[in-house]
């Protein structure tokens, strides 16, 4: 149920606010303008796109139709890497000069989901490789991709893997392959949800 509205100048980002209130007044001039409804329970049945702002959350979400859920507007991106994991061997990515293991890696402050992941290296792989995103090192809970045979990279945009508050995200080369990886380096994007 809204509880208020706010307007759009106060979500603007640079010198345009979000597209969806981008309007014309027949004249071929641009109005900017709207209104979002806030409060602290999400309106009911909404459609893809959907803007609310959270205010016990102080944050802007939007209705992601494909996930089916709340998720922020603002993402965060997380980054590791590795100079080498060799062919046949699984081993967990450094960040910031401290390697990952099975019981540390990024601690999560809210609860979340990971919603896009990349791999890149500098070796054309000549058998299929593994990476994992995984939460609280589960291989079930987990974003899987797979750099193919003759490419050195891959990428996922429709991951949908939620993990709550205090979990940890380790990201792991697997065993799966004759190619060693080399320089690494992995990305994943996340958004907070309620």
């Known amino acids: 149920m809204a509880i208020g509205k706010i307007k759009v100048e106060q979500l603007q980002s640079g010198s345009q606010p979000y597209g ?3 309007k014309s007044d027949g004249s071929g001039n641009t109005i900017w303008g709207g209104v979002i409804d806030a409060g602290i329970t999400f309106p009911s049945n909404p459609t893809g796109g959907t803007l609310y702002y ?7 979400f939007h209705y992601d139709d494909s996930r089916s859920k709340w998720l922020t507007v603002k993402t965060l991106l997380y980054s590791c890497g590795r100079s080498n994991i060799q062919k046949n061997t699984s081993a967990y990515m450094y960040a910031g000069g401290a390697v990952q293991s099975s019981t540390n890696g990024f601690i999560m402050t809210h609860n979340g989901t990971i919603l896009s992941a990349t791999v890149d290296n500098i070796t054309i792989m000549g058998t299929d490789r593994n990476v994992e995103f ?3 090192d589960s291989a079930v809970n987990r974003v899987l991709l ?3 045979a003759g490419n050195k990279s891959a990428t996922t945009i429709i991951a949908d893997q939620n993990f709550s508050s205090g979990d940890t995200i380790q990201v792991v080369g697997i065993a799966n392959g004759g190619t060693d990886f080399n320089n690494i380096i ?3 994007e996340i958004g907070w949800r309620i």
């Open 54 to 60: 959270r205010t016990d959350a102080d944050a802007l």
């Open 146 to 148: 797979t750099i193919t």
């Open 186 to 188: 992995v990305t994943f």
């Open 20 to 22: 969806q209130f981008i």
């Open 134 to 136: 995984r939460v609280n």
